[in-house]
């Protein structure tokens, strides 16, 4: 028989009395198409959690207001992620549940311009309230406020003291207060394209109040981290800018003339597709040619709608792993303006 005919496929098999997460994700592996791609994409993570690596997470698209938030809680409190790069709008939706507002099931099948008379916000088939959104916009406002114009800040320290305060205010536990806790860094380069931008425009206009980012900072911690880190991964949900913003970083510490080698470990849950151009669809192959992906590195690109895709495999991991909490192969405390690496022995 051809070297190529080696492996079969096994068809998957119900079995109600020993029925788990985390052994249908193992019995997917041995599927096709995407059932395969996922239960390889467990394996992997589940080595990356395994390994001394730094674990970057991006999280791109409408996760929160879908339901997501509690998975990267938990994810975050058990140290299975070690720095998150978010877009704006779901670090905005976070902090919108953290004050006790809520996303409500809705339809796509409905008059939008009955939503806007009546100022419900629509994703897809979740709704919002608009009145509500603005009263967050006005605690980002007043959050602002409290801070020091005379000077920049990195979108991390903008997020671990919005964490902090949040912390005392906040009605529940989100993933800006969870990082906070657990010394994560959250690193959002493009917040200008979200609520909290429209909240420090707003600020701007009205009031005089120029309040400043300094992004290129944010850029040279993740090359720091990742510089300091024995080795990184990724877990990239969507894509997006905070996709290319923790590959970049593999390419930043190299250009500092740093030892690095590319990324060992990536997995990506999308439905993005290669063949547009565009980075969120880019294979992992693609990435390789510029530096940001090992040439020997696990890899996975999931086609999959990841509100399917992570609640399985978040709920895999934690059965496999039995709940236990992982330790880093970097220690990051946080101070507000200062972000201090620390290497941990190799045991």
């Not at 916009?137 to 305060?165: A, H, Q, W």
């Not at 529940?172 to 979200?194: F, H, L, M, Q, R």
């Not at 990239?236 to 060992?264: D, R």
Request: proline residues 3%.
């Amino acid at each position: 028989m051809h070297n190529l005919l080696k492996i079969p496929i096994h068809p998957y098999s119900v079995n109600y009395k020993n029925s788990s997460v985390y052994s249908a994700i193992k019995s997917m592996e041995n599927t096709s198409y995407q059932g395969r791609s996922l239960g390889i994409a467990f394996k992997i993570l589940d080595k990356m959690l395994s390994d001394r690596v730094t674990i970057f997470m991006g999280l791109a698209g409408a996760m929160i207001p879908a339901g997501m938030r509690n998975i990267i809680v938990y994810l975050m409190e058990h140290k299975y992620i070690d720095c998150l790069v978010s877009t704006g709008a779901n670090l905005f939706h976070d902090c919108h549940e953290s004050l006790g507002f809520k996303h409500y099931k809705g339809t796509p099948a409905i008059d939008d311009k009955l939503l806007r008379k009546k100022r419900i916000d629509r994703i897809y088939d979740t709704f919002a309230n608009d009145r509500e959104f603005a009263k967050v916009d006005r605690y980002i406002i007043n959050f602002v406020e409290s801070l020091d114009f005379s000077r920049n800040y990195t979108t991390r320290e903008f997020f671990y003291l919005l964490g902090k305060r949040l912390s005392k205010a906040g009605a529940t536990e989100g993933i800006i207060t969870a990082a906070y806790k657990a010394n994560i860094p959250i690193y959002c380069p493009a917040v200008g394209d979200s609520s909290y931008g429209i909240a420090l425009a707003i600020l701007s206009h009205l009031k005089n109040r120029n309040f400043k980012f300094n992004v290129i900072e944010d850029v040279l911690e993740t090359a720091k981290i990742t510089a300091n880190a024995p080795a990184c991964g990724e877990f990239i949900i969507g894509g997006g800018t905070p996709k290319n913003f923790i590959q970049q970083s593999e390419v930043v510490s190299h250009m500092l003339k740093f030892n690095v080698q590319g990324l060992k470990y990536a997995v990506q849950l999308s439905q993005d597709s290669p063949v547009w151009g565009g980075l969120s669809g880019c294979t992992f192959e693609e990435a390789t040619s510029w530096g940001k992906i090992a040439f020997d590195a696990k890899k996975i690109f999931v086609h999959v709608d990841a509100t399917i895709a992570l609640p399985l495999l978040a709920s895999a991991l934690a059965e496999k792993r039995k709940n236990k909490k992982r330790t880093p192969a970097l220690k990051l405390e946080i101070s507000g303006e200062k972000l201090k690496i620390i290497s941990r022995k190799k045991k």
